[in-house]
C-alpha cells in the first residue's frame, strides 16, 4: 500500500492476522473477522454470487510482488525461454532481483 502519513485517514489500518492461502483469507473475510486487498482475480465468483463485496479506494495505490520459479535442472523450451528474456528485459533496469 503507497505510504500514507500519520494524518492519513488509512494511518490507523492495522494487520489482524495472518493466513496461510488466498483461499483462508477470503473464508475469514466471509466469516466478518475482517477486510483484505485481494486481487480481483481471485473473488471474482465469490463477487458473482454476492458472497463478498468489492469497494473501491481510488486513493490507494497497491503493488503486487510476482514472483516466478523454475526448476534449474528442468529443460525450457524455447518460446519460454523467449517469454522470460522479455520480461527480463523489461525490468532489467529496476530494483528487481534477478539471478
Known amino acids: 500500500m503507497r505510504h500514507h502519513s500519520k494524518n492519513s485517514k488509512y494511518a490507523k489500518l492495522k494487520v489482524a492476522g495472518f493466513f496461510g492461502s488466498t483461499d483462508a483469507v477470503k473464508q475469514a473475510v ?29 486513493e490507494v495505490a497497491i503493488r503486487n510482488k510476482f514472483y516466478l520459479a523454475i526448476y534449474k535442472e528442468s529443460h525450457i523450451p524455447k518460446t519460454y525461454k523467449t517469454f522470460l528474456e522479455h520480461i527480463i528485459s523489461i525490468y532489467k533496469n529496476t530494483n528487481l532481483y534477478i539471478p
Open 30 to 58: 466471509k466469516e466478518g473477522l475482517g477486510f483484505s486487498f485481494l486481487p480481483k482475480i481471485v473473488v471474482t465468483d465469490e463477487l458473482e454470487h454476492k458472497m463478498l463485496k468489492e469497494i473501491k479506494i481510488p
